[in-house]
């Protein structure tokens, strides 16, 4: 039997071609054999009619197969689709990746997204074939695998820090996902990690620009906060169960991880803001083949491929990094907030952060909101802007979570007082991932698009990733030899 089904003989083609551009964004089932791959993986490729595909890991779940062994489609980078969509789906798809539904559960996550629980679930399986908790499921079943192979924790203790309710859960969901038990997933290539360390591999899609982005991190770093020496990047989170560290540095492919978490529970989250913040499930073959047929990007994209969007760890720390940085240099906005940070952020004493000379959290939103604005170490008209900021996200007037409406969070920040379009804009694309922000009102871009004679209607022909095109402008903008 043949399909004519056009989208079935797409991806039967990229599976043909083994074209790794294609890994997350769907995943390949086989039906005579009972295992899911990723589109690049190197076994004989099966006939086209014993094919299946499916748009998440945990629909091929659901649907009774387990993951190959020989390509770990569970490690493949996520869908560049979910951090791009502004719709419910793409929320929500957000949402479930941060952890909502561990936390707060189906009703919880809906309650954000404001729709019925059932509208949620409707509206992921119409997508996705599988509903918000199927997605969790499998999120949680990858969270357990990474401590299975890379830490000494007891079972018990996995299945605890991974979200299980029960050993016997866990032992259950790993054999039905893996088709393995969890000690036979256990590595045996080296000793593992203890206690809240860990160390593992990000999937980065390629070509990936990491020198790039780890300048863009240095040139930005808040003393005291996060540091980047040697090819590495490190910073202290705050996560939902407790605090950590996180050291990030790119290598030939991917991102090495370490973390050192007060609570292992936080592991899925801290990898999943990480690659927000690395900007990691980005398709850089569209977006280079987008820029660099246009003129003005060309050089650029040539010199930089697989430049990414650096984003942030934390969206609201992002908001009060941007008012601080407000009509002031780079430098000047890192020695504010480096004194912002000494004075109103807590102290933590970890080891990984003291080999990075790393010594407090940035300021929590609640403490940030009832601070007085003049007691703050910056003119009282930004120091009230913070504390404007701080305190919409309290009241719950202003959201910034992953799953945040892009437009009604731009509409709430522009009514209120000290904040701009630029302000509004920038914390879009870094703090919401927003790929289509070009930041018109920004000194330098706008020099940039005025001395190529660009207008603002002109750089639509840059969308969807005008985010992009801007970070590629302030590159040309600060590449050395330019006056």
């Known amino acids: ?25 769907f995943f390949t089932a086989v039906r005579t054999t009972g295992i899911y791959c990723r589109p690049s993986c190197p076994a004989v490729t099966p006939r086209s009619e014993n094919v299946v595909f499916y748009r998440s890991s945990a629909a091929a779940h659901g649907a009774g197969f387990r993951a190959c062994r020989r390509c770990r489609p569970d490690t493949v980078p996520g869908s560049p689709e979910w951090d791009h969509r502004a719709d419910a789906v793409g929320r929500a798809v957000r949402l479930v990746r941060d952890g909502v539904v561990e936390r707060d559960g189906v009703e919880g996550l809906a309650a954000r997204l404001g729709y019925s629980s059932r509208q949620v679930h409707r509206m992921l399986t119409a997508e996705l074939g599988v509903g918000p908790l199927a997605l969790a499921r499998g999120a949680r079943a990858h969270t357990a695998r990474i401590l299975v192979e890379t830490t000494t924790l007891s079972m018990a203790d996995v299945a605890h820090a991974a979200g299980f309710a029960s050993v016997r859960q866990f032992n259950d969901t790993m054999r039905e996902v893996y088709d393995a038990t969890p000690s036979q997933l256990r590595s045996k290539r080296g000793p593992g990690t203890a206690g809240g360390h860990l160390t593992l591999r990000l999937a980065v899609r390629r070509p990936f620009d990491g020198v790039g982005l780890l300048q863009f991190l240095d040139d930005h770093a808040v003393p005291g906060l996060e540091s980047v020496r040697d090819g590495t990047y490190a910073r202290l989170v705050r996560l939902p169960h407790g605090v950590g ?5 790119p290598a030939d492919g991917h991102v090495v991880a370490r973390l050192e978490l007060a609570d292992l529970r936080d592991t899925a989250v801290a990898v999943e803001r990480a690659r927000r913040l690395l900007d990691l499930d980005a398709d850089p073959v569209a ?30 720390e992002v908001a009060v990094r941007t008012v601080v940085g407000q009509q002031v240099s780079v430098a000047g906005a890192r020695t504010v907030l480096g004194r912002l940070v000494a004075q109103e952020g807590e102290p933590v004493e970890l ?61 709430a920040l522009l009514a209120l007082p000290g904040i701009g379009p630029w302000t509004a804009d920038y914390v879009m694309m870094r703090g919401l991932g927003d790929p289509d922000v070009l930041l018109t009102s920004d000194l330098v871009l706008r020099r940039e698009l005025e001395r190529h004679h660009v207008t603002a209607a002109d750089a639509a022909r840059w969308a969807p990733w005008r985010s992009y095109a801007g970070m590629h402008l302030w590159r040309a903008a600060t590449r050395p030899g330019r006056i």
Do not use: C, K, N
């Not at 560290?245 to 540095?249: A, Q």
């Not at 697989?306 to 934390?314: C, H, K, Q, T, Y």
């Not at 000379?357 to 003119?379: C, I, K, Q, R, Y």
């Open 245 to 249: 560290v996180v050291e990030l540095t």
């Open 287 to 316: 977006i280079d083949e987008v820029l660099g047929a246009d003129p003005v990007l060309a050089e650029s994209v040539r010199e930089a491929p697989g430049l990414r969007l650096p984003g942030g760890f934390d969206a609201v």
């Open 351 to 411: 080891a990984l952060a003291a080999e990075h000379g790393l010594t407090h959290l940035f300021p929590s939103v609640g403490v940030l909101a009832g601070l007085d604005p003049e007691t703050l170490p910056m003119p009282r008209s930004r120091g009230r802007a913070v504390a404007t900021v701080a305190g919409a996200v309290v009241s719950g007037d202003l959201d910034l979570t992953p799953g945040a409406d892009r437009a009604a969070t731009r509409a």
């Open 1 to 25: 039997m043949t399909t004519t089904d056009p989208l079935h003989e797409r991806r039967y083609r990229a599976v043909r071609s083994r074209d790794a551009r294609f890994d997350g964004v």
